[in-house]
């Protein structure tokens, strides 16, 4: 029996699957393991379950001297809060969770577009505050969704997934930005530079994953090269994007408005965002639902049950 730590809350079901075979401590608190704790729970736990946030950098490895942990199982596609090389270098294992949350974020994805562009939460700020006299014909006018183009920065199964929705349910044109072409099964053009892409489409959405190649891929050059009347939705990760180019260009009115899941430095977001009624603002909700936050726990789970068991991990990184 292994000793395996579960950095945050999980659904229930993740905490039993783990405890019918090994001995699952779960720590109560929702914010993210601190420099200290993390260091501790390498030399004191066989593997760990970490979630975004818990930022294993090989400076916490070097300071935890002799590491017992041997696996991070991750809780999320994502894994730039892990330095994957200093963790192989010491004979630490990493795995994620990709698949199980495409359609969650993709769901995301389009209520972020559509609230945007249909002034949804204006709307609703309005009512709640007592504000709405009755219905007018030109109150809060928003932009048509059906049968405008959109542009996906980053074509993996995220981007496909918004994609079909965008294609098949709103009848709207695909182009997308990618490194290479992509097979899809749905008609979409590529467009070979970010400006080319963020000039011709309606909406610009970003689902590309986090690190240090990506930092700050989305700038003043890409909003600068958006049409006026052009919206960007971002349900990838926050410091993909200069936070501070993005509330310019919206202040600057270079762009119509933004849909934004993930921040540069979240939890904090900037006072600025918060002031603008043009930019829909959610607290990172993009595979927030039971089925999701379920099936990425299993999938972690299931890492963990079979390393420890000698078997092949599922998905690693």
Same mark, same amino acid.
């Given at each position: ?11 229930? +079901? ?6 019918? /075979? ?14 200290? %704790? ?82 949804? $939460? ?7 505050? $007592? ?24 074509? $993996? ?15 709207? %044109? ?20 970010? @400006? =080319?892409?963020?000039?011709? /489409?309606?909406?610009?959405?970003? =689902? /590309?994953?986090?690190? +240090?190649?990506?930092?700050? *891929? ?7 090269? *958006? ?15 200069? %936070? @501070? ?18 921040? &540069?430095? %979240?939890?904090?977001?900037?006072? +600025?965002?918060?002031?603008? &009624? ?40």
């Amino acid at each position: 029996m292994k000793k395996v730590l579960v950095t945050r809350p999980l659904p229930e +079901a993740v905490i039993s699957a783990l405890s019918k /075979v090994h001995k699952v401590a779960v720590r109560d608190d929702t914010r993210p393991m601190g420099r200290d %704790e993390m260091v501790a729970a390498l030399t004191r736990f066989d593997a760990i379950l970490p979630t975004i946030g818990d930022r294993f950098s090989a400076d916490v490895f070097a300071a935890a001297g002799e590491i017992r942990a041997r696996l991070l199982a991750n809780f999320g596609v994502g894994y730039n809060h892990i330095d994957v090389a200093a963790a192989r270098a010491l004979g630490i294992m990493v795995t994620n969770t990709p698949g199980v949350l495409t359609d969650a974020t993709a769901d995301l994805a389009l209520t972020l577009l559509l609230a945007t562009a249909r002034r949804a $939460g204006e709307g609703e700020r309005l009512l709640r505050a $007592g504000g709405w006299t009755g219905w007018h014909p030109t109150q809060l006018l928003g932009t048509h969704v059906t049968g405008k183009t959109v542009g996906i920065v980053g074509m $993996g199964r995220i981007g496909q997934a918004i994609a079909r929705r965008c294609h098949f349910g709103f009848a709207m %044109e695909v182009a997308y930005f990618n490194r290479s072409e992509k097979a899809l099964a749905f008609p979409a053009r590529r467009e070979t530079s970010l @400006a =080319a892409l963020a000039g011709s /489409v309606d909406f610009v959405v970003l =689902a /590309v994953p986090g690190g +240090a190649e990506t930092r700050h *891929m989305i700038g003043a050059d890409t909003f600068a090269a *958006m049409k006026p009347t052009g919206i960007f939705i971002n349900i990838a990760r926050g410091d993909v994007v200069d %936070e @501070a180019a993005l509330i310019a260009a919206l202040a600057a009115g270079e762009i119509a408005g933004a849909g934004l899941d993930v921040y &540069e430095f %979240e939890p904090r977001v900037p006072d +600025a965002l918060k002031a603008m &009624e043009n930019v829909t603002l959610l607290p990172h909700l993009g595979s927030a639902t039971l089925e999701t936050r379920t099936a990425m726990g299993m999938l972690a789970a299931d890492n963990i049950l079979a390393f420890f068991a000698g078997k092949p991990l599922l998905t690693p990184v």
